[in-house]
């Protein structure tokens, strides 16, 4: 057999090509070129900031003027979701709640009419657009009462990631009208709200009808 040289020479062209960048990419090829794959940035949407876990150190939480409309508006909704009908959000007494300065989320509070038909209130945290409504008045322990409108709300106590509110409802039986405190314990880290039965039940029973006096009941 006789060796042609131009086949050497064309078995390096072919090599060149295949080595090619631009091999296996001619217009109209589905074949996408192999690329060292980017790093994907993380994005965040900034009309749903994520709630953070509230660590054990955090600062302490104060009242920080009145809660903005969209937080009422979001509680609107969520009481509207737990079946309650005529929802009216008292911006009297509802507020932003900050540290350090920094609105982190807002107490709001209100009356509504309950599944029962009774006249009831609530009060709701909203943290990171995310809401943890409670009934007060109207429900639960105070079922045999019915709810004219919140008249107080203020901090108790911060320390960590427990935030006690107090807070008082006017309130009426068919024999009796009185000023109802409640102290609510909100947990930062799961944005959970509730009612303190204990504490709420020593305020009343220490015929607490302020913030202040709720204060000197709770300590």
Known sequence: ????PKW?????SSLVLACSPQAGTAPGDSTA???????EPIE?????????????SAGKVALSGSADAEAMRQT????????????QVTPSQSFGLSVDGRRIASIVTGQASLTTGTPGCFAAIVQGGKVSLVP???RGEYEAESCDKPTAVGILSSSGDVVRFGTVFGAFSPHATVSEPIVLNWSRSTGTLSIDAAWSSHASQAGAQTIAAMRRAVQ
């Open 76 to 87: 609107g909704t969520a009481a509207a979701g737990q079946q309650m009908t005529k929802i």
């Open 8 to 12: 050497l020479s064309l078995g390096a």
């Open 136 to 138: 007060t008045i109207g």
């Open 1 to 4: 057999m006789t060796f042609d």
């Open 33 to 39: 070129a192999i690329t060292k794959p980017a790093i």
């Open 44 to 56: 965040t949407t900034a009309s749903e900031p994520v709630a953070r876990a509230a660590p054990a």
